[in-house]
């Protein structure tokens, strides 16, 4: 925070889910910790800080639960889709042969009876199961797994678990791609943090690492490649309200 006060400019790198807001059962009721959105329009404010979320999410999702934050930047699906604060959208194209696969996927989970649970996405399949009963769970995941462990062994393609869900999705972009590339535009000094609690976060704290600030945000610990630990939500908001102090100086 101190090297914030004196930096000419500085970039906050955000995930959603999990981080900003706590996971909800109905995905597009999972909305903001009260403060967070109030701390972000003030952060914005100032001039001095760029801000962005960098989400598994698709963008067209994050519109509705970020209200009245309409001009933010997202990197969305893990860094497929790119929405600067322009508005202009961006997304990479999949290889054909890998979006075949995705799609063999997609028919592979509705002959499973799973469909009721799969989010489609660009360039990824999600398996959700928060909030069901346990032995339901054990059903889902352990059916989820076995099917699509060989689609993620297909090359360009990868299985990941994250909180309450597995997605198969493409190797690359991730969420460190999406770092990448928004450090390739900053002055060295810039400085810059990211704020994630989820394992698809950890290729993004690995890329951070040598350049910024990369803080784990979860109610419990876990390893992680991130070098502090906050709790949610208070933690968390402290964190962002010394943000805005320090940039408002």
């Not at 910790?33 to 989400?55: F, G, W």
């Not at 889902?140 to 393609?157: N, T």
């Not at 990448?180 to 704020?195: C, E, P, Q, V, Y």
């Amino acid at each position: 925070m101190e090297q914030l006060v004196a930096a000419p400019a500085s970039v906050l790198l955000l995930d959603y889910d999990g981080t900003l807001a706590p996971f909800h059962t109905e995905r597009h009721l999972a909305y903001p910790y009260p403060q967070v959105v109030p701390l972000l329009e003030s952060i914005l404010k100032c001039a001095k800080s760029r801000i962005v979320i960098i989400t598994g999410r698709p963008i067209i999702e994050m519109g509705p639960l970020l209200s009245p934050l309409d001009n933010i930047e997202i990197w969305g699906s893990h860094g497929l889709e790119h929405r600067p604060a322009d508005g202009i959208y961006r997304q990479i194209m999949i290889a054909p042969e890998t979006a075949a696969v995705l799609s063999q996927a997609e028919s592979w989970l509705n002959a499973a009876g799973l469909a009721h649970r799969t989010e489609i996405k660009p360039g990824g399949i999600a398996v959700h199961w928060r909030g069901l009963p346990d032995a339901e769970v054990e059903r889902i995941q352990s059916s989820a797994q076995k099917g699509l462990s060989g689609f993620g062994e297909q090359p360009g393609l990868k299985l990941l678990k994250f909180e309450a869900g597995l997605e198969l999705r493409v190797t690359h972009p991730n969420k460190g791609d999406a770092i990448s590339s928004i450090l390739n535009g900053l002055d060295h000094k810039t400085r810059i943090a990211f704020l994630g609690d989820d394992l698809t976060d950890e290729d993004a704290f690995r890329v951070l690492n040598p350049h910024g600030l990369t803080v784990l945000v979860r109610p419990e610990y876990r390893e992680t490649n991130a070098q502090i630990w906050l709790r949610p939500p208070g933690e968390l908001v402290s964190f962002l309200d010394q943000w805005l102090k320090s940039v408002s100086m």
